[in-house]
C-alpha cells in the first residue's frame, strides 16, 4: 500500500532560521505529491505540488520542495521562517490513474520562536 | 470567488445519534471528496464524487456512513448511528478537472465532529 511518512509530528524553529519538513513516501511507480498547509481555523490550502515536470518545485510564501526520486523524498524548505508560518503542514501522494485520491503523512506542527 | 464551505462547523452529538454533514463545493467544481482527521491521525480519504456519480468510496469505514450528491452540487454526509470512534474532522474538497496531474483539490475549513 501507499504511504507517506513525515518525520516529526513538531518542528520548531527561531524566526529567520531555515525550516526542513520532511516527506518521505512509498510509490512503485512515480507519484504525483502535494504540501499543504493549514493555518488555525482554516481549510488546507496547497503551498505547491510536483507533477514530473521538475525536480524542484517552488510554492507560494517562499516554500520550496525536491523531489528526489533516489531517496523517496519531497521535502519542505523555506530559507527564512516568519512568524505566518506557524501551521499545519501536510504532504500528500496521489498515484497516476484514474483516482483523485489524496494519501496524507501525519502532519507536521511548525512552531515559529520570535 | 466563493471557496469549499462546509457546514455545521461543530457538532456535538450523543453516540447513536444522527449526524448530517453538508459541504458545498466552488462553482463548476465536477469533483468532490470528503476526507476525515480523527485525532493524532493522519487525514483519510472516505470518497469521491464526479458530478453525482460515486467515482471511488473505497475508504468510507463502514455503512452507517452515508454520502450524497443529489443533482452535482453540494454534497451530504450522514453518520446513522454515531459512535465514539466517529469523532473527528471531516474535510470536504473540490476540484475542477478530470483528474489531471494539474488538477487541484480546494479543501474546505471541515466539521469537527464530537460524539460523547
Known amino acids: 500500500a501507499q504511504s507517506v511518512t513525515q518525520l516529526g509530528s513538531h518542528v520548531s524553529v527561531s524566526e529567520g532560521a531555515l525550516v526542513l519538513l520532511r516527506c518521505n513516501y512509498s510509490?512503485?511507480?512515480?507519484?504525483?505529491l502535494f504540501w499543504y498547509v493549514q493555518y488555525p481555523n482554516q481549510g488546507l490550502q496547497l503551498l505547491l505540488k510536483?507533477?514530473?515536470?521538475?525536480?524542484l518545485v517552488k510554492g507560494i510564501n517562499g516554500f520550496e520542495a525536491e523531489f528526489k526520486k533516489s531517496e523517496t523524498s519531497f521535502h519542505l524548505t523555506k530559507p527564512s521562517a516568519h512568524m505566518r508560518d506557524a501551521a499545519e503542514y501536510f504532504c500528500a501522494v496521489r498515484l497516476s490513474g484514474n483516482t483523485g485520491k489524496l494519501i496524507f503523512g501525519q502532519g507536521t506542527t511548525l512552531q515559529v520562536k520570535p | 470567488e466563493a471557496g469549499v464551505t462546509q457546514f455545521p462547523s461543530h457538532s456535538v452529538i450523543e453516540k447513536g445519534q444522527t449526524v448530517t454533514l453538508r459541504c458545498d463545493p466552488i462553482?463548476?467544481?465536477?469533483?468532490l471528496y470528503w476526507y476525515r482527521r480523527v485525532m493524532g491521525k493522519e487525514i483519510k480519504f472516505l470518497l469521491h464524487f464526479v458530478k453525482e456519480s460515486k467515482q471511488d468510496e473505497s475508504g468510507m469505514p463502514n455503512n452507517r456512513f452515508l454520502a450524497e450528491r443529489t443533482g452535482g452540487t453540494y454534497s451530504t454526509l450522514k453518520v446513522q448511528p454515531a459512535e465514539l470512534e466517529d469523532s473527528g474532522v471531516y474535510f470536504c474538497?473540490?476540484?475542477?478537472?478530470?483528474?489531471?496531474?494539474?488538477?487541484?483539490?480546494?479543501f474546505g475549513p471541515g466539521t469537527r465532529l464530537t460524539v460523547l
Open positions: 510536483y507533477t514530473s515536470a521538475a525536480t
Open positions: 462553482s463548476g467544481h465536477d469533483n
Open positions: 510509490s512503485s511507480v512515480p507519484p504525483y
Open positions: 474538497a473540490s476540484s475542477q478537472g478530470t483528474l489531471a496531474v494539474t488538477d487541484t483539490q480546494y
